[in-house]
């Protein structure tokens, strides 16, 4: 069965093929590719999961927030997420 490989590991992916060709290449003929990218892809996942609560508290984004103003809640996910994925490229992808 294929395993899912979403934007992480697909990054991930590119990664290998343009900066560690040949730990690329191992990887696709010792067949570990697909498990190592999902592997990636999980860590991302699972790290955008834990930290998108925590930063949300820190800075005061919640239910309350939404309601009085939608888009500067929307301003502020959006600027959280783009946080913790510079965090993933930087210590999951890019390594």
């Known amino acids: 069965m294929q395993q899912e490989i979403g934007i992480y590991g697909r990054a991930r992916k590119r990664f290998l093929e343009e900066n560690k060709a040949a730990k690329y290449s191992a990887m ?10 999902s592997e990636v892809e999980h860590q991302a996942q699972r790290l955008l999961e834990m930290e998108t609560p925590k930063m949300m508290k820190k800075l ?10 939608q888009m500067i809640w929307v301003g502020m996910m959006n600027n959280i997420k783009y946080s913790i994925e510079e965090m993933i490229y930087k ?3 890019h390594i």
């Open 60 to 69: 005061g984004v919640d239910e309350n927030l939404k309601q009085q103003d």
């Open 28 to 37: 696709i003929i010792e067949g570990t590719l697909q498990t190592h990218l």
């Open 91 to 93: 210590e999951i992808v």
